[in-house]
């Protein structure tokens, strides 16, 4: 079955870049997803890609598909305070099951 | 607004009290789901129900019960909840044929003594 492992922390400086990296193991997923947690809140979809992409841009986030290595990045531009969260990679196959990895805490240092 | 409701919010049991949670959505959603999410491990699908009394067990269905008898609802029963229970809970749904437009309810904590 399908697999995703993320890092469990990244610390950036407010303003730097932040790129959060995700691999999974199931060639099949058809979407894969980008989450945010903020604390005592729920997820909230932050983007989307589908396999026959390789890339998606959306505002300050960038996400990209290396599906030969089965990699996913989200690249996350000017980094603020308030981008400090958790964010999940989750893979679907279109089905009724979405596999999330465990989370990477981004701390963002003013 | 289009929303997912849990209730409760925060829950303290003690080991064996059976207890529901409730999960409600206003979208007309079919697909509904249960996780939990532990340090370290993420979310795990608990259940899911692809619409009313059409259930499935997901990755971590041992301890728990869902019934879908209408469409907006999907509790999650803890028939005897034992103290590795202990986690947040999170309920969500999302359309037929839609599965990257999933929507997440606020969550539950549950602990069990």
């Known amino acids: 079955g399908e697999d995703v492992e993320q890092s469990l922390f990244l610390s950036v400086r407010e303003g730097d870049s932040s790129v959060i990296n995700c691999t999974y193991t199931?060639?099949?997923?058809?979407?894969l997803y980008w989450y945010k947690q903020e604390p005592g809140a729920g997820l909230q979809l932050l983007t989307y890609i589908f396999s026959n992409m390789d890339m998606k841009q959306d505002q300050r986030l960038t996400v990209l598909l290396n599906k030969k290595d089965k990699h996913l990045s989200l690249r996350i531009a000017d980094t603020q305070t308030g981008d400090s969260a958790i964010y999940f990679c989750?893979?679907?196959?279109?089905?009724?099951?979405?596999?999330f990895g465990a989370g990477t805490r981004l701390f963002v240092k003013a | 607004e289009a929303q997912v409701t849990q209730n409760p919010r925060y829950l303290i049991t003690v080991t064996g009290k059976k207890l529901t949670v409730t999960c409600s959505q206003n979208?007309?959603?079919?697909?509904m789901s249960w996780y939990r999410q532990d340090p370290g491990l993420g979310l795990r699908q608990i259940y899911y129900s692809m619409n009313v009394e059409v259930t499935d067990k997901g990755d971590v269905p041992e301890g728990y019960k869902v019934s879908r008898k209408e469409k907006r609802n999907f509790p999650l029963i803890l028939e005897s909840p034992s103290p590795n229970q202990t986690s947040l809970y999170f309920c969500a749904s999302n359309r037929q044929g839609v599965s990257y437009e999933q929507y997440f309810g606020p969550g539950t904590r549950l602990t069990v003594t």
């Open positions: 979208m007309n959603h079919e697909y």
């Open positions: 989750a893979g679907n196959t279109g089905g009724f099951k979405t596999i």
């Open positions: 199931d060639s099949s997923s058809t979407y």
